[in-house]
């Protein structure tokens, strides 16, 4: 059975930002996600515990590798033509260590941050 995405009223959707990116951090894994919030689908991911990319990484948990997701996320997100996301923190991300490492190299890549 397929769920559809919940049906948001056009008063709601028309203040919500269309792209949003989350991230989830892990004692071992590092992984980020872009959501268009209107449809509620995930438009593209990146986790540091897909199999092409733990070969290239020394960790999967480190600054590093959070950064390194960031820049792979980015070149899927120019891909997909999405220009701009903005940044949803958790009560406890604070923009430091690999939060920042995520941001900085979206930022650097070329995506603009709302």
Do not use: C, W
């Not at 919500?16 to 004692?27: A, D, Q, R, S």
């Not at 260590?97 to 900085?104: H, N």
């Amino acid at each position: 059975m397929v769920i559809p995405p919940p049906v948001r009223a056009p008063r709601i959707t028309k203040f919500l930002k269309p792209y949003v990116l989350k991230m989830h951090f892990t004692n071992n894994y590092v992984s980020a996600q872009v959501i268009h919030s209107p449809t509620a689908i995930v438009a593209s991911s990146a986790s540091s515990e897909e199999k092409a990319l733990r070969s290239s990484m020394e960790s999967t948990r480190d600054v590093a590798a959070a950064a390194k997701i960031g820049k792979i996320l980015a070149e899927r997100l120019l891909l997909k033509e999405i220009p701009a996301v903005s940044v949803f923190l958790k009560r406890e991300q604070k923009y430091h260590g690999k939060v920042k490492a995520v941001i900085d190299s979206l930022r650097d890549a070329g995506v603009k941050l709302l």
